[in-house]
């Protein structure tokens, strides 16, 4: 008896081991799925006895598992079997317990594993940037915030650029800030003292441009924060635009986050009218608000810088700056050692244009010296003419030696700094088409005769953005750029070839009514060198003009308002664009 019961035991010894599952690999995990694991290549594999599973050689330790490396059961291509014999132990309630050969890592339920994130109070990621930071609302740029969930260790500084890509190789840049403090987290709307602000690409200035979507449809608007472990070398904020930030910044860029977000002219409450489309010639005409001195609403589109009012005779445009939206002085290689100042059209320096022209049968010569016309954006225009004694009447003969829009003296808008260092257009202002209806007057002559734009662009003015507009009329024009209506009244169009704008009136011209700033310093050697004006920015009161010399090096004018009057200001020459100077003040004498 007792050896039979001795064999029993030993029977059931050796058979319980035999349905034991095989140990693990020497420092892996243990099995997942008990003693019958899923087949890897057959969904329905058949049943295997205990004792025929083939034994398991060792295997190299495997490597640790990674967040998202095992995608959840029910995803598998290859699901266990719903009848397996063998299914695998239900894990306990509670919190699961890892592998002493693992860490157990607990990730925050509501944040991504590891990652860098921008948000903002205003907008969502993939959601409309709202009006009131577009150059239909206020022009303020829009509040962020930006957060890491485990931040990548040795950031010491962050950027930040917005940027549009209206086509390809088009890149436009809204925003460019760098040298900003690891500390900051957050920055609100508006906010200009975060860090160090680099160029836009609408005006060149140091500061945020709010954009103006062109033409028909939604535009994608990128805005990016990016963690830096070194701060970027970047002496000259007015020669960092975004290219420049992202090569400065390429080797030193930790981890960066994005929000996308889209505007539609029109689609936020308080918008502006639409612009014109990329086509413009074929735009169709825009309804405009109108006023009792404005019927046609001809300024409407430049009410945040230009001021209307009118009396029976005269309408009164005003402007504070005297100076336009758009980038003033880049790329003009024949300097004449101006730099442009604000300069007040306003009370008694208002413009005023006659209402009612009053119309002749034969022309009147335009003046060399002077303003012959004004853009609406409240600016200036003077007569290609460069002498300012020259005669313009019928014994004119023209010289290109003195023609300034062939000489290389204005910038890619088609104006310079004068001699009263103010600026003024002497060709079409071609830049005022970003935003301008061709059907309405895009200046006016002194005796009040409507200006349109005809043609005027090439691949230096406007910088081929404008080539393929052609709005001049079938009908042959005049001398003075003019057309006569059929109720013997002229109109006015812009050319490419001179005049330019206007050569003559057809209306009577009070003399009077011209507005001329004067000369208000001597010019010394200064400059003289020069051989192209790389930018003017503008950031806060202080003013930075970047030019090249004859030897390749960079030299700037750095000009602010002096406390020594109202309209007196304090120039710094520097041939090292970031060695301060001693200043000289000069005032604007009337």
Known sequence: MSHRLIVCCLVLFVTGCS????????????????????????ANPPPQSAAE??????????????????????????????????????????????????????EPSSAPSGGFTLTSPVMANGGQLPATFTCDGQNLSPPLAWQFFGAPAGTVSYALAMHHIPGPGDTHWYWVVYNIPPTTLSIEAGSTTFGTFGTNSVNRDLQYAPPCSRGPGAKLYTITVYALSAVPDLPNPAAVDRDTLLAAIADKTLAEAHLDVTYERGQDQGAAVPEVAPDNSAAAPVTASGTECDPQGVFDRYSDYVHISCDDIYLHVETETGQPMHEMMRGITAWILRVPLPFSYTGDRAWKLPRQPRWQDGHTAAHARGPIAMAVNGVPI?????????????????????????????????????????????????????????????????????????????????EGKYNHINNLPPEPLDECNGLRQADGSYVYYTTHDPPYTIGCYHEEVDWALQIEPRQMRDLGEFGRNATEIVSLTVQGDVRTLLFRTDRAELNAVVYQPSAAGPDCWDFQFRTNVDQPVAAETHCRVE
Request: aromatic share 8%.
């Open 53 to 106: 599973q083939p034994s398991q050689p060792e295997q190299p330790s495997p490597p640790p598992v990674q967040d998202g490396d095992n995608p959840p059961t029910q995803d598998n291509a290859n699901p266990p079997p719903q009848d397996n014999p063998n299914p695998p132990p239900q894990e306990p309630a509670g919190e699961p317990i890892a592998p002493e050969s693992e860490t157990a890592v607990v």
């Open 19 to 42: 349905l034991l599952p095989p140990p693990p690999p020497p420092g892996g995990p243990p099995p997942q799925n008990g003693a019958n694991p899923p087949p890897q290549n057959n």
């Open 382 to 462: 003077y007569h290609f003419d460069k002498r300012p004694d020259v005669a313009l009447d019928d014994s004119y003969v023209y010289d290109s030696k003195f023609d300034t829009v062939q000489q290389g003296e204005l910038d890619h808008c088609g104006g310079h700094a004068g001699q009263g260092e103010d600026y003024h257009y002497h060709t079409a202002p071609v830049c005022l088409l970003d935003n301008h209806d061709l059907n309405q007057p895009i200046g006016y002559t002194l005796g009040g005769g409507q200006i349109f734009y005809g043609t005027g662009a090439d691949d230096y003015y406007g």
